[in-house]
C-alpha cells in the first residue's frame, strides 16, 4: 500500500507539473516572428530572366524600324559566333546553310542564312525572326537578350559576307 500511495503521489506530481521540460522548447513563442518577403528574395543572376522587356513589334515592323545598335567588333563577333553556335548551328548548321544536325528530324528543312533571301533584308529582319520566330522556328526571346540577339546578327551578317566574298565553285 505504501508503494502505491509513492507512486500516486509520483504521478500527481509529474501531471501538475509544467508541460515543457526543456527551456529550449517555448522558443516558437518568444522568438520573434517572421514576416514572408520581410528580407528580399536573392538578386537573381543577370541574363537570368528578362527583366527589361522590350514592347512587341512584329517582323513587318522590326524590319523597318530596328537598326543594330552595336557595331562588328572581334569582341561582338566572337560573342555572336558562340551564340550561333549554341542556338541556331544546330537547326542551320555551323556555317549557316541549313545543314544542322537535327533539320533531319525537322518537318521543314532549315533555312540557309548565308545564301537566301536574309542575305539581302536589313539587320531587323533577322532580329525579329530571332526575338518572335519565324514558320517553324521557335521564338529566342527568352533566351537571348537584346544585345546578345544582335551580336548573333552581326555573326550572321560576318558569314553571309564570307560566303559571298568566297570564290564560287
Not at 520573434?32 to 528580399?40: D, G, K, N, S, T
Not at 533584308?121 to 518572335?132: R, S
Request: net charge negative; charged share 15%.
Amino acid at each position: 500500500m505504501m508503494i502505491a500511495g509513492a507512486s500516486l503521489v509520483a504521478t500527481l506530481a509529474l501531471a501538475a507539473a509544467p508541460a515543457f521540460c526543456f527551456p529550449w522548447d517555448i522558443d516558437m513563442y518568444r522568438g520573434p516572428a517572421v514576416q514572408p518577403y520581410e528580407v528580399a528574395p536573392r538578386v537573381t543572376p543577370v541574363d537570368t530572366l528578362p527583366v527589361n522587356g522590350e514592347p512587341p513589334i512584329s517582323l513587318e515592323m522590326a524590319t523597318v524600324k530596328l537598326h543594330n545598335p552595336l557595331q562588328p567588333t572581334p569582341e561582338n563577333l566572337e560573342a555572336g559566333k558562340q551564340l550561333f553556335l549554341t542556338n541556331c548551328a544546330p537547326c542551320h548548321g555551323a556555317g549557316g546553310e541549313g545543314n544542322g544536325p537535327v533539320t533531319k528530324i525537322l518537318i521543314k528543312p532549315s533555312k540557309n542564312v548565308i545564301a537566301g533571301a536574309s542575305k539581302n533584308l536589313p539587320d531587323g529582319y533577322i532580329y525579329g525572326a530571332i526575338t518572335d520566330g519565324i514558320l517553324t522556328m521557335p521564338s529566342y526571346a527568352d533566351s537571348l537578350p537584346p544585345h546578345q540577339r544582335w551580336q548573333v546578327v552581326l555573326y550572321v551578317r560576318s558569314i553571309q559576307q564570307a560566303a559571298s566574298a568566297a570564290p564560287a565553285h
